[in-house]
């Protein structure tokens, strides 16, 4: 929308490329699949955006895929909510590629920010204890929808109009009136996240340095440290050559 309305704005291109399954019975997963799926044919066929914005869906995401995507990456997103342990082996694989994390204080996020430290990874969003007291005081989707003008376009886009043919109300109101991972109350803050990580990647001296501290701090995921690590603390054992 910010293209749309300001097509000779300065905008950094960007490529978002989504690579993700969908058990059978899930239904809502499939459908925000399809959604991606033809919101990039939207853009691909707008002259105004399609030189500033790509969007690939990549089918059939698995291992030997991931060995070629993952190296080029300059950006990891991690944006599970908080609390919900989501973020796993996947952004690992990225940080040690050299691409710089845009995360929530979740799962593994945790420990990249401890290996890397503050300045090396884009942490945005509540902390556990923000997210469960929000809870507990009840959270309101609708009041982030009507409060943030840009959250209610967006909104209002899926729910109205056709995405190359289709409109997926079921997202759009899911997320209005329900949204269990509580996207809507993490968006502004993911926005000034996305704003930090293109100004730091439009300096490329300090955008490298940091993605050389992840490379750097990659080592503490390694395979050996982590069976070291069960061996003496789970399995309570010792190596045999350490045995008398």
């Given at each position: 929308?910010?293209?749309?309305?300001?097509?000779?704005?300065?905008?950094?291109?960007?490529?978002?490329?989504?690579?993700?399954k969908a058990a059978p019975g899930?239904?809502?997963?499939?459908?925000?699949?399809?959604?991606?799926?033809?919101?990039?044919?939207?853009?691909?066929?707008?002259?105004?955006?399609?030189?500033?914005?790509?969007?690939?869906?990549?089918?059939?995401?698995?291992?030997?895929?991931?060995?070629?995507?993952?190296?080029?990456?300059?950006?990891?997103?991690?944006?599970?909510?908080?609390?919900?342990?989501?973020?796993?082996?996947?952004?690992?694989?990225?940080?040690?590629?050299?691409?710089?994390?845009?995360?929530?204080?979740?799962?593994?996020?945790?420990?990249?920010?401890?290996?890397?430290?503050?300045?090396?990874?884009?942490?945005?969003?509540?902390?556990?204890?923000?997210?469960?007291?929000?809870?507990?005081?009840?959270?309101?989707?609708?009041?982030?929808?009507?409060?943030?003008?840009?959250?209610?376009?967006?909104?209002?886009?899926?729910?109205?109009?056709?995405?190359?043919?289709?409109?997926?109300?079921?997202?759009?109101?899911?997320?209005?009136?329900?949204?269990?991972?509580?996207?809507?109350?993490?968006?502004?803050?993911?926005?000034?996240?996305?704003?930090?990580?293109?100004?730091?990647f439009n300096n490329k001296d300090?955008?490298?340095?940091?993605?050389?501290?992840?490379?750097?701090?990659a080592g503490i995921f390694a395979?050996?440290?982590?069976?070291?690590?069960?061996?003496?603390?789970?399995?309570?054992?010792?190596?045999?050559?350490?045995?008398?």
């Amino acid at each position: 929308m910010f293209i749309k309305n300001n097509p000779n704005a300065e905008f950094t291109p960007k490529t978002y490329i989504f690579g993700a399954k969908a058990a059978p019975g899930y239904l809502f997963a499939k459908q925000v699949i399809q959604m991606i799926y033809k919101l990039s044919l939207v853009i691909e066929n707008d002259p105004v955006v399609r030189d500033k914005l790509k969007i690939f869906f990549l089918s059939d995401y698995r291992v030997t895929m991931a060995e070629l995507m993952i190296p080029s990456a300059d950006i990891s997103e991690q944006i599970s909510l908080a609390s919900t342990e989501a973020s796993g082996t996947g952004n690992m694989k990225l940080m040690m590629n050299g691409a710089l994390t845009i995360g929530t204080l979740d799962g593994a996020n945790v420990e990249i920010h401890e290996a890397v430290g503050e300045n090396n990874i884009i942490i945005f969003g509540m902390k556990t204890h923000e997210v469960n007291d929000l809870k507990k005081a009840g959270y309101h989707p609708e009041s982030f929808y009507h409060n943030n003008p840009r959250i209610r376009k967006t909104l209002d886009f899926i729910n109205a109009n056709h995405i190359s043919g289709k409109s997926f109300p079921e997202i759009g109101e899911t997320i209005k009136h329900h949204d269990p991972y509580m996207v809507l109350a993490d968006f502004a803050d993911y926005a000034l996240a996305q704003t930090k990580a293109e100004e730091l990647f439009n300096n490329k001296d300090v955008f490298n340095k940091m993605s050389l501290y992840n490379v750097a701090g990659a080592g503490i995921f390694a395979a050996d440290r982590s069976i070291n690590d069960y061996a003496r603390d789970i399995w309570h054992t010792v190596k045999a050559a350490e045995k008398k």
